[in-house]
């Protein structure tokens, strides 16, 4: 009976730290600085469940963006394709949303902590 109650004990203080540090990881997706300027352009594109699961987070966050639909609108898919070729990703391993953050492309739907620090840092400069 001991053994159980100490194998719980250490298992639930186990799952607790894990379960704390999860908020701390990050997987970032690769950034490639392109061309300064002041808008959050998000790329998305019709029926993309990916994309209403960020735009709720950005609205949530109050982060204010730029949506361009890039199956609806041939100049924004232009636009999306010549800031990959720029930054030297393909559109083959491009997934969406995908955003420009005022000049710094991220593709593949990236973590709004992601986000938030590259706003962050480009208010500082």
Known sequence: MKKAI??????????????????????ENPAVKLTDHDQLIM??????????????????AEIPYVEYVVDRHPDANRELSEKLRQAGFS??????PSFDIKGTLIPNNPPLIQIRKLLADSAER
């Open 6 to 27: 100490l194998y719980f004990v250490v298992l639930t203080f186990f799952g607790v730290v894990i379960y704390r540090g999860m908020g701390n990881l990050v997987v």
């Open 43 to 60: 790329y998305s594109v019709t029926g993309c469940e990916y994309c209403e699961v960020k735009r709720r987070e950005l609205n949530r």
């Open 91 to 96: 559109s083959k391993e491009m997934g969406f």
